[in-house]
């Protein structure tokens, strides 16, 4: 136990060092010239090429001949596109036989925890890219520091403390916003002094509706941040209405392989000094970590997926240069439903025509392995002819599937993860 202590110790003093020492020249970045933004990308894109044809085992034995001599971004389509089980099947050979570093894994939300590596460093760099990325606000610039309001993650056991204070963050359970407990989360936002609010995009929506119901406003908050569940438009909607803020969106995995946040005038940017994002044909997303070089990720298929630009990436009023990779995030490539006729459409699709209820706070979709539909909606208005309007609604999208709609107080909260998920597919995905 004591040399537990002294590890976790070690490693948070090499963290706050490792910020101290570069958080002035990773912020820097963001503003330089999209010519600088791109020769600093390409350089460290070799570094890991370079770091992973050479010590890691997969990669090596690809035999992928890469011109280093007169290295592009282009030799990247030289490496063939990976997943989590690819990862799986071959795990030692995706390990560096030179470079150490820690364990980590993913949630586990969608099945087992999935296990890997990466630099002792990790941890500051991400720190150092989620403060330069909740500074994208308009009217406010987040300082290393400065206080934040975090409504996701912390999961009380019962007879703790619905909130919890961890050095700069101040985190409010996203498991028990209620009006029985507003007073205590508006005292605690009133003591923290914070400026930022961030969280599950479920979290910070109940969160405003609640406000607008009491009409209770909070002047103190100047930027909003959703992360980790997709932004339904309904969700963006009511809290930029009610805030008179812009969201600001965050996109990132447990992999740490890119980082792509939007800024106040709406575009995703790419944390360009982090990771390099493709699309692939179904718009999934394909992301290179330009800082793991324990066990290089070259070209992971994240299993999300992207909304692609109408055309030509446009030149931001916020003034960064830092490339914007697409317009939105649509979700995951596994949040899909399927028609009575096999059709697979996406849940976003969905959520778009659920938009249009203004009585509906929120909706769960589970589908069955008979591809039956059960859909959990908490309602304001639970007439019968309210509920038949989204049923009707419902048919439109799915055809002659059978249906039932259960009206619940509220959706429950995944126990693992914290999150709320949207789509729960029980099915087949054919």
Not at 113 to 119: L, R, T
Not at 194 to 205: L, M, N, T
Not at 223 to 232: P, R
Request: glycine content about 6%.
């Amino acid at each position: 136990m004591t040399g537990q202590i002294y590890k976790k110790i070690k490693s948070k003093i090499k963290n706050y060092i490792f910020i101290k020492r570069n958080f002035s020249e990773y912020d820097k970045f963001q503003w330089k010239s999209a010519e600088e933004i791109e020769r600093i990308r390409t350089q460290k894109l070799k570094n890991i090429v370079k770091k992973a044809v050479d010590f890691v085992p997969f990669y090596k034995n690809l035999d992928l001949k890469i011109d280093f001599e007169n290295f592009s971004l282009d030799e990247l389509k030289k490496f063939p596109v990976i997943n989590k089980q690819v990862i799986k099947e071959n795990f030692k050979d995706f390990c560096s036989i030179k470079f150490n570093g820690k364990a980590s894994h993913t949630s586990g939300s969608t099945g087992t925890p999935f296990e890997f590596k990466v630099p002792y460093e990790s941890d500051a760099i991400e720190k150092i890219t989620s403060n330069r990325a909740w500074g994208m606000g308009k009217d406010y610039t987040y300082k290393s520091g400065d206080s934040i309001i975090v409504l996701r993650t912390y999961s009380p056991k019962e007879g703790e403390l619905l909130y919890k204070i961890s050095g700069d963050y101040w985190y409010l359970s996203p498991f028990h916003i209620n009006e029985s407990n507003l007073a205590l989360y508006l005292s605690v936002i009133e003591k923290s002094k914070a400026k930022i609010i961030r969280g599950y995009a479920s979290s910070i929506y109940i969160f405003t509706l609640l406000l607008k119901q009491k009409n209770i406003k909070i002047p103190q908050i100047k930027t909003i941040v959703t992360s980790s569940e997709t932004l339904l438009p309904a969700y963006r909607s009511a809290i930029e209405e009610y805030w008179g803020l812009p969201v600001l969106d965050w996109y990132g995995q447990n992999e740490r392989t890119v980082t792509v946040q939007q800024c106040w005038a709406g575009n995703y940017h790419n944390n360009d000094d982090y990771g390099i994002v493709e699309l692939s044909d179904k718009n999934e997303i394909i992301a290179t970590s330009l800082n793991n070089y324990v066990m290089p990720f070259i070209r992971y298929n994240t299993g999300d997926k992207a909304i692609p630009l109408d055309g030509k990436a446009p030149i931001c009023p916020c003034g960064r240069h830092l490339s914007i990779p697409f317009k939105g995030i649509e979700g995951r490539s596994d949040d899909i439903l399927i028609k009575d006729d096999g059709t697979a459409i996406p849940t976003a699709n969905f959520s778009t025509a659920m938009k249009n209820f203004s009585d509906l706070r929120q909706f769960q979709i589970i589908q069955d392995k008979d591809r039956s539909i059960t859909l959990k909606v908490v309602l304001d208005n639970d007439s019968s002819q309210y509920v038949n309007l989204i049923a009707s609604e419902v048919y439109r999208r799915l055809g002659n599937i059978k249906l039932n709609i259960e009206k619940v107080p509220q959706i429950g909260r995944d126990m693992k993860t914290g999150k709320i998920k949207v789509t729960i597919q029980k099915g087949e995905l054919v």
